[in-house]
């Protein structure tokens, strides 16, 4: 809103002409997010401890997480009240893009809310049904994909002349074109949207464990976006680089930035030992946004690179369920595989700053593909 009310005014003041860099409203909203969320959390956490929402621990898990039954939980409400007015405030609200992963992060944020409640509620770790939940994500999923992949109306024209093509890591985006039916799209994408929200869920079990990979992983996407946008001498920087091509995507580096500012206030927070957990409200809603960032940024393939962490946290559940269920034998000590590691007799922090190292190199590698083409 400040660019869309204050930019229009750069005629007759000069300073106002800076709002129009992407980079310096990049810096705008994550200043804005990071104090919004670190000046607010003392106040939020006092209010959880006395409506008593704290954390409900499994009890077959590690038994040093037993401690930290009680701890106030649902921080991410504040996480996501501190994203969206950030980006409200700097994104331009005319991109349809920055509409799209931010209505995606908001409903996916409800589900994790009800979720978090009904745990709360029960005083169990059960809280909503998992086919309810799949359900309600891939209705939210599959409805917001399908007007980026079907609609006109609103969209940029930019994202229609590419939104079908696949883009592949490692292959030029202009010498190999790969389409798909919008119908196999949809499917795909909303696949990649519930997935990544998952994923990021599961990653969810130590303090700061997610949080680090989900702000790296949206610094990459920002550089992503960005240059998916920028134009240089009148020469498109996407073209050169023989990526997709997506001038509107240059808006969801704010989105990004965003994400980055309440990651580091909700850190202070959240860093061993905890004072607040994030909860199911904030850790659908920020794997939601990854992944629709991913969508929006013709990054989906590539999401598993850079989001390997994730993937690697959701594919030991899925070979733990599996093996146990046609063997009756468990292939890790406990999944997660965060949780394999404490078992085995990490300590919590050491398994959360090498789990931040690994999704560091994987966003390294993840740029790195832009030039191996």
């Known amino acids: 809103m400040i660019y869309h009310f204050l930019f229009p005014l750069a005629d007759q003041w000069g300073i106002f002409n800076v709002l129009r860099y992407v980079p310096f409203r990049v810096l705008c909203a994550t200043m804005t997010a990071l104090f919004l969320s670190f000046g607010l959390y003392p106040w939020f956490i006092r209010r959880l401890q006395s409506k008593q929402i704290g954390q409900v621990v499994r009890k077959e898990g590690p038994e040093s997480h037993l401690s930290k039954a009680g701890t106030p939980t649902m921080g991410g409400a504040l996480m996501l009240m501190a994203l969206i007015t950030s980006t409200v405030l700097w994104a ?35 809280g909503l049904a998992g086919r309810y939940k799949l359900l309600l994500q891939f209705a939210i999923a599959l409805g917001i994909c399908g007007f980026l992949f079907y609609g006109t109306s609103g969209l940029p024209s930019d994202w229609i002349e590419t939104r079908t093509r696949l883009s592949v890591p490692f292959v030029a985006f202009s010498r190999y ?66 990526i997709p091509s997506i001038e509107s995507a240059g808006e969801l580096a704010i989105f990004c930035g965003s994400i980055i500012g309440v ?64 063997t009756g034998k468990r292939v890790f000590r406990m999944a997660p595989i965060h949780h394999h590691y404490e078992k085995k007799g990490w300590p919590e922090p050491k398994v959360i700053v090498r789990f931040w190292i690994i999704s560091i190199m994987l966003a390294i590698a993840s740029l790195v593909t832009l030039k191996l083409r």
Request: hydrophobic letters at 50%; aromatic letters at 12%; a negative charge.
């Open 92 to 126: 331009d609200p005319r991109n349809a893009m920055v509409w799209v992963v931010t209505a995606v992060t908001s409903l996916f944020g409800v589900i994790g809310y009800i979720d978090d409640a009904a745990k709360i509620r029960r005083k169990d770790t059960g």
């Open 177 to 242: 074109p790969i389409t798909l039916p919008p119908w196999l799209y949809v499917g795909f994408a909303a696949f990649v949207i519930v997935g990544t929200s998952n994923a990021v869920n599961l990653t969810d079990g130590l303090d700061g464990l997610a949080i680090g990979p989900v702000m790296i992983n949206a610094g990459t996407y920002a550089v992503l976006a960005y240059l998916a946008g920028l134009t240089l001498f009148g020469e498109s920087v996407a073209s050169y680089l023989d």
């Open 263 to 326: 990651g580091f206030g909700f850190l202070w927070y959240n860093t061993y030992p905890a004072q607040v957990f994030m909860g199911d409200v904030g850790s659908l809603a920020l794997g939601g946004a990854l992944g629709a960032l991913a969508v929006t940024t013709k990054n989906e393939l590539l999401s598993v690179i850079l989001g390997g962490i994730f993937v690697l946290e959701a594919v030991s559940v899925i070979v733990q369920v599996t093996s146990f269920k046609l």
